[in-house]
């Protein structure tokens, strides 16, 4: 059962159409990504999801519920995190939590949360005096005090130095890990193969592709590459009567096959049987960075 | 209500931590007073003031300083950082309305405004034997209406500017038109008549207070045009109002 479906959602301002067509469902408990260049119409879908935009057609569910109507119930159980959103300069992290606690019914304590995302020794200070890193925890701290059952996170890492950006998707797993399901909307494909179970590829307003990243790559950009440095001569023929090698190159004493499916093992099956070692063997996957390319057009941001 | 009370506690402790603006808005009016007092010509009843001294006759206009400064100038760039850095759309996002933020920044403007005045009135009567408001009901009217006016006034710059740059361009010229024709810049005495009438009907309304702490109650029409001005200025800020 989706905690969260989109059906064919339509948003346009003026003349620009920024969400075109999406239909996406997104279960309990899981980290759900959503992918795409800037523009993609991203951002627009999920601010339909948190309630803060109208759509111009089709449908949200949240929790099975309509995000306008019963908005006062909804920002009871999602937390939102959103792009650039900062707080007053002078407000102290602990009294930024506490303030937003007091929204809630049933809050989380913003004492064991602020030590739960690292910033026990910042709490007297100023909003102001933080890292980006610590703002940045401090902002998804303030979309979790309210013990949500979805956290929505835009750009969560945007501006962090990798250190803190790896801290971060340490903590977003612990989050997940507590019961929480968790949208992520990320231009960074790294971060999408490293925490999101399954991910949509939005792209001029519509939903491209949406499956788990590893099957992503595969049906997206399926191509592997082996390199190997052979301890006798191989014949070409050897590897390329293989199904699953499309193309055999040399470069120097190097052997580079290209190919798909279970490719290492035919190759190196087939090497075995000549009684031929494959020296500096190494396997080249494509990356969600290339399935990206591959659906879009577009390099990724980073 | 709930939410409100919170957010309201916490905007008076940011508010107070920023001691700068603090002493500015509350104590910049008294300060220009003492200083004019100290002149001791500017102590004596002078024919020109229907006998008053000076600095009787020029304490409504100080009256004007802090309702321009916290009405056209300190509200609406408050308002307008708010909703530029997101602190407005994050609110959005939790069961607490962004209103509750706008209502607080309001209480506090009113706050400080109050404090200013009660601090210039006491100032003035202890130091320099500037009379209590003589038809306080008069004065407390004018006083909130013109009050009213202004932060309206304030509140539509706040609704129409998107960025806080955007607020100040529009503040900053309405704030030196307040004060120029609330007989700041240049005692109204020294303005031509023309402009001096004017100054009657544009907010806070000078005339009104002057009027009311001076002996008279103030012209309905005065009052009316303050009244009419907030409302329709009030009307406008709530229907462009923008939270993001």
């Known amino acids: 059962m989706p905690v969260i479906e989109v059906t064919h959602l339509k948003k346009r301002y003026g003349d620009l159409v920024a969400v075109d067509d999406v239909s996406l469902a997104v279960e309990a408990g899981e980290i759900f990504g959503v992918l795409g260049p800037n523009g993609a119409g991203k951002t627009t879908t999920v601010e339909c999801v948190a309630g803060l935009r109208v759509p111009d057609g089709g449908g949200v569910s949240v929790l099975g519920l309509d995000p306008r109507r019963d908005a006062a119930q909804l920002r009871q159980r999602v937390g939102v995190q959103l792009q650039e959103s900062q707080l007053p300069d002078r407000l102290r992290v602990a009294e930024a939590l506490e303030l937003y606690a007091s929204f809630y019914r049933n809050p989380a304590d913003p004492a064991e949360l602020i030590d739960k995302l690292g910033l026990g020794d910042k709490r007297n200070t100023a909003y102001k005096k933080l890292s980006g890193g610590q703002k940045q925890r401090l902002s998804i701290a303030l979309a979790l005090v309210g013990n949500p059952e979805i956290a929505i996170l835009d750009e969560l890492t945007t501006g962090l130095d990798p250190q803190a950006r790896r801290d971060t998707w340490g903590l977003i797993e612990q989050v997940r890990d507590s019961g929480v399901t968790i949208v992520l909307v990320t231009h960074f494909m790294e971060e999408a193969e490293r925490l999101c179970d399954r991910v949509a590829v939005i792209d001029r307003g519509r939903v491209v592709a949406l499956d788990s990243p590893a099957g992503l790559v595969s049906t997206v950009a399926p191509e592997q590459r082996i390199r190997f440095r052979p301890s006798a001569p191989v014949d070409d023929r050897l590897l390329t009567d293989l199904p699953e090698v499309s193309a055999v190159q040399r470069t120097g004493s190097q052997v580079v096959v290209t190919g798909t499916g279970e490719l290492l093992h035919a190759v190196t099956s087939v090497l075995a049987r000549h009684q031929i070692v494959a020296a500096d063997l190494r396997l080249e996957q494509s990356t969600l960075d290339d399935a990206f390319v591959e659906l879009t057009g577009h390099r990724p941001a980073n | ?244």
Do not use: C
């Open chain 2, 1 to 244: 209500m709930h939410a409100f009370r919170n957010i309201l506690r916490t905007e008076a402790r940011l508010y107070l931590r920023d001691l700068p603006t603090l002493l500015t808005t509350i104590g910049l009016p008294t300060l220009i007073l003492v200083v004019l007092g100290l002149i001791p010509s500017l102590r004596k009843p002078d024919p020109t003031f229907d006998g008053q001294t000076f600095v009787s006759y020029f304490a409504p206009s100080l009256l004007v300083v802090t309702l321009a400064m916290v009405g056209v100038n300190t509200l609406p760039s408050v308002l307008a950082t708010y909703r530029e850095r997101g602190v407005l759309r994050r609110l959005a996002t939790t069961p607490a309305h962004p209103a509750a933020l706008l209502a607080a920044q309001l209480v506090l403007a009113l706050a400080g405004i109050l404090a200013s005045a009660l601090l210039l009135i006491v100032v003035a009567r202890l130091a320099f034997g500037v009379p209590f408001p003589r038809h306080p009901l008069g004065f407390t009217l004018a006083f909130i209406l013109g009050t009213a006016a202004l932060l309206s006034l304030g509140l539509l710059v706040a609704a129409v500017a998107r960025t806080t740059k955007a607020a100040q361009a529009l503040a900053v010229p309405l704030f030196l038109v307040t004060m120029f024709f609330g007989g700041v810049y240049l005692p109204r005495f020294l303005l031509p008549d023309v402009v001096a009438r004017i100054g009657d009907y544009t907010p806070p309304g000078v005339q009104a207070l002057l009027d009311a702490w001076t002996g008279t109650s103030p012209q309905p029409l005065h009052l009316a045009i303050m009244a009419v001005i907030a409302v329709s200025a009030g009307a406008g800020a709530a229907k462009l109002f923008r939270w993001e």
